[in-house]
């Protein structure tokens, strides 16, 4: 029981984390009214980009494990104290407007609830399965027993010479370990427990958006959108899909790039389709880019595919080549990952575990 109340922590923190980052980004934007649920999704990505930043230089330069842990630290610690002083005004605001809209909608507030509670008790106590939990949960682990960062193979705890490229940039087991050193919780715990939670409760904060969005903010409607997204999940017959991915492999990067990147690349199309000049998403798309690089190197290839397919038809639509323009510079992150990791498979460079 103890365990499980530390696990409940430890979900609000990190969304309590994700929310106080985003809010120095959504706090300062005129034309749109301030979001708890805007803050959170850009947050989330705000933080891993900020992780990347942080961690490719203390990687590169042999550094342990606690010593990223500490400054991460501080460096949150920063930024939450400067988002109290710059958001505290907006947030009670935003407080006072989520108890109303809660007291005006009890019924779609308790229902959506519903959905979102009976989601984390069965993908959270479900049997994950699949082998890759040997990497996802292990490379976690690695770092933190042996107070190192990727210098370890997470399947057999050899020493490895060099970084392999495929993995260089998706630090999001690395900083799974910072927040198991953090925390005190386990890897196996953070992993399968905490971090399950945090991402069904962003995935069901993309899908709640995408039908306010869909359905011009009629809850009726978005409660049964909701709901069929919610209950298709649960009926695929095979893994290759991104749902299936998000019940039985949720601790996993690449799951996060199928059910929340995808989805909220369609939801950010949606909201070009009314102002496709608006900055404000294009800066989103670009930390989408890069945060998605930090969860899973597949978003090399997948983000730009998918947001290729959705902005080629919203260049089509409002006949601006300043989208195409924008879109290459959103994907351009992705595409200096796909370059170098065919430059270190050629055998152009190779970046060692050890100095000299």
Known sequence: MIIKFYC???????????????????????????????????????????????CIPMTISFRPLHLLSRIWAGVLI??????????????????????????????FCLFSLFLLITELIIIIGCYQFTLDAAFYVGSANTCLTTDSLNIYNPYTGMWQDHFEMRYFFANYAVNDAVMCFLTGLHPLVWTKTVMEAVVIILVN????????????????????????????????STIYTAQEFFITRTYEGKTLIGSLVIPLIL????????????????????????????LSNSASMIFPAALGIFMLSLFLIKKDIRILVKTALVVLPCLLSVLSYVLYVKGYFVIRTMPG
């Open 8 to 54: 409940f922590l430890a979900v609000m923190l990190n969304i309590l984390i994700y929310f106080v980052l985003g809010s120095l980004i959504t706090g300062r934007l005129k034309k749109l009214r301030f979001s708890a649920t805007l803050s959170l999704i850009t947050g989330f990505f705000l933080y891993y980009v900020l992780f990347e930043l942080l």
């Open 78 to 107: 920063i930024l939450f104290i400067i988002s109290v002083f710059m958001n505290h005004r907006k947030w009670a605001v935003l407080c006072g407007e989520s108890c109303a809209f809660v007291r005006s909608h009890p019924h």
């Open 205 to 236: 904060t993309v899908i709640y958006r995408m039908g306010c969005a869909l359905f011009k903010g009629d809850t009726g409607k978005t409660g049964v959108f909701m709901f069929f997204t919610v209950y298709l999940s649960f009926f695929y």
């Open 267 to 294: 939801l950010v199309y949606i909201k070009l389709l009314e102002d496709p000049g608006y900055p404000f998403y294009w800066w989103l798309l670009f930390l989408m880019s890069v945060g998605s690089l930090v």
